[in-house]
């Protein structure tokens, strides 16, 4: 099945103005144009994905995510920093849904206005107008100025006049929550048209039904990453699983926290917090706990992956690392003298059990991402030390 939208690497940074400062020192700066005026935000961080022809893609997330941002790079309305977007065949990117609706127009004036505006010749227009207000439903408003217009029949008359287009690739920013249920199936009807004509769909919203009524497939983006892709409802879980009560903390936890994973940080070599590393470089990934129960000999672990697959995921049991006693509340940490992959992205996990890993305490499942770089144009993921043998 051919590809329609391929994003390679794709970076979006934003640079926002730092709040005020109104020191003497802030004003000179400010004068002066110095460079940390200005705060970078990762709206999208190496994002790599591929869309096929005719699949329905859903994007979910908290606020702030880079969904919107997402969208926008895939339609060409903004570029991205760094990376590739390719897209194949035209583009509809419904994103303000109803913004060029003219109000001092009818609906039948704003039809014919928009047709043309598409370059579509009146005669085609003509044709699909029936279809159009029919499907609006504002057949007895249709001769009204829109400015006389409620905000759910606007947005009727905007989508029905979306169905003048016949856009390859269509991307949907939150709109469809507007209008009546009613309204709301016909649109999804005509979109799952267009999908089985092969058209192809990325759909963000924050209905997690319709995400896995809909989609096929979906992706959930975090902090500008993508932390989940797949099976639209697998993606959805996924998302309601995770602890979404503060967009910093976003991750699955469970376990009866007798000993709590209290910070969990990774460090360069100097001691400094970071997440991005060279192959071969030292990470310390250093867990701070509290031992509130009194747990006698845990178990501390970690887990690195890539996507979905295990890495690594050493334990101080089978590394017989634990001290004899452990303190009520302290910190664990794991040196890595020399990374020994290079992938990009991986996620880390945290978890402390029992000396036998029977009994769960505490787990943070990829609670962080990290990047790694081989700093080459082509790279093995492992750095393995290894020797080639004749006999
Ligand atoms: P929401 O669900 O709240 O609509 P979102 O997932 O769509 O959020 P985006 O709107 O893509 O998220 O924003 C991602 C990040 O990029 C946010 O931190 C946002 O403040 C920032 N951002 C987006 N657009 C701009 C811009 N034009 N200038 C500066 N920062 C921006």
Redesign the pocket.
Same mark, same amino acid.
């Given at each position: 099945m051919s590809i329609a939208i391929t994003l390679k690497k794709v970076h979006k940074n #934003? @640079?926002?103005k730092r709040e005020d400062d109104k020191s003497l020192f802030g004003s000179l700066r400010d004068s002066l144009y110095l460079k940390n005026c200005y705060e970078k935000?990762h709206?999208l961080k190496s994002i790599d994905l591929e869309v096929k022809k005719g699949e329905i893609l859903g994007v979910i &997330?908290?606020? &702030?995510? &880079? @969904?919107?941002? #997402?969208l926008q790079i895939i339609a060409g309305i903004m570029r991205c920093t760094k990376g590739k977007v390719l897209t194949k065949g035209s583009i509809l990117p419904i994103i303000e849904l109803g913004s060029d609706i003219n109000p001092e127009l009818t609906g039948k004036e704003n039809i014919f206005l928009s047709g043309v505006v598409m370059g579509l010749p009146r005669r085609f227009i003509k044709r699909k107008y029936k279809e159009l207000v029919d499907f609006s439903g504002l057949k007895k408003f249709i001769n009204v100025k829109t400015k006389n217009y409620s905000s759910g029949m606007r947005m009727r008359l905007a989508f029905s006049i979306l169905l003048l287009s016949n856009p390859d690739i269509i991307l949907i920013d939150?709109v469809l929550g507007v209008g009546d249920i009613r309204f709301q199936k016909k649109c999804f009807e005509k979109l799952k048209k267009w999908s089985n004509e092969k058209k192809t769909i990325v759909f963000?919203s924050?209905d997690m039904t319709s995400i896995k009524k809909f989609c096929d497939k979906a992706i959930f983006?975090n902090k500008?990453s993508i932390v989940g892709y797949g099976n639209s409802s697998m993606v959805v879980k996924k998302y309601l699983m995770m602890n979404v009560s503060s967009e910093k903390d976003l991750y699955y936890e469970w376990g009866s926290k007798d000993i709590e994973i209290t910070s969990v940080k990774l460090l360069g070599s100097k001691g400094e917090e970071k997440d991005s590393f060279k192959q071969g470089e030292k990470m310390i990934i250093e867990i701070g706990y509290d031992n509130k129960n009194n747990v006698k000999n845990p178990m501390f672990g970690i887990a690195i992956h890539a996507d979905d697959m295990l890495v690594w995921g050493p334990n101080t049991t089978s590394s017989r690392a634990l001290p004899k006693s452990l303190k009520k509340k302290g910190t664990i940490s794991l040196v890595i003298d020399n990374i020994p992959f290079s992938s990009g992205k991986l996620f880390l996990t945290v978890a402390i059990h029992d000396y036998s890993g029977k009994e769960l305490y505490h787990r943070k499942e990829k609670l962080l991402f990290f990047f790694v770089d081989h700093g080459l144009k082509k790279s093995n993921f492992l750095n393995l030390k290894y020797n080639w043998v004749f006999r």
């Amino acid at each position: 099945m051919s590809i329609a939208i391929t994003l390679k690497k794709v970076h979006k940074n #934003f @640079k926002i103005k730092r709040e005020d400062d109104k020191s003497l020192f802030g004003s000179l700066r400010d004068s002066l144009y110095l460079k940390n005026c200005y705060e970078k935000i990762h709206a999208l961080k190496s994002i790599d994905l591929e869309v096929k022809k005719g699949e329905i893609l859903g994007v979910i &997330g908290p606020n &702030g995510a &880079g @969904k919107t941002t #997402f969208l926008q790079i895939i339609a060409g309305i903004m570029r991205c920093t760094k990376g590739k977007v390719l897209t194949k065949g035209s583009i509809l990117p419904i994103i303000e849904l109803g913004s060029d609706i003219n109000p001092e127009l009818t609906g039948k004036e704003n039809i014919f206005l928009s047709g043309v505006v598409m370059g579509l010749p009146r005669r085609f227009i003509k044709r699909k107008y029936k279809e159009l207000v029919d499907f609006s439903g504002l057949k007895k408003f249709i001769n009204v100025k829109t400015k006389n217009y409620s905000s759910g029949m606007r947005m009727r008359l905007a989508f029905s006049i979306l169905l003048l287009s016949n856009p390859d690739i269509i991307l949907i920013d939150e709109v469809l929550g507007v209008g009546d249920i009613r309204f709301q199936k016909k649109c999804f009807e005509k979109l799952k048209k267009w999908s089985n004509e092969k058209k192809t769909i990325v759909f963000v919203s924050q209905d997690m039904t319709s995400i896995k009524k809909f989609c096929d497939k979906a992706i959930f983006l975090n902090k500008g990453s993508i932390v989940g892709y797949g099976n639209s409802s697998m993606v959805v879980k996924k998302y309601l699983m995770m602890n979404v009560s503060s967009e910093k903390d976003l991750y699955y936890e469970w376990g009866s926290k007798d000993i709590e994973i209290t910070s969990v940080k990774l460090l360069g070599s100097k001691g400094e917090e970071k997440d991005s590393f060279k192959q071969g470089e030292k990470m310390i990934i250093e867990i701070g706990y509290d031992n509130k129960n009194n747990v006698k000999n845990p178990m501390f672990g970690i887990a690195i992956h890539a996507d979905d697959m295990l890495v690594w995921g050493p334990n101080t049991t089978s590394s017989r690392a634990l001290p004899k006693s452990l303190k009520k509340k302290g910190t664990i940490s794991l040196v890595i003298d020399n990374i020994p992959f290079s992938s990009g992205k991986l996620f880390l996990t945290v978890a402390i059990h029992d000396y036998s890993g029977k009994e769960l305490y505490h787990r943070k499942e990829k609670l962080l991402f990290f990047f790694v770089d081989h700093g080459l144009k082509k790279s093995n993921f492992l750095n393995l030390k290894y020797n080639w043998v004749f006999r």
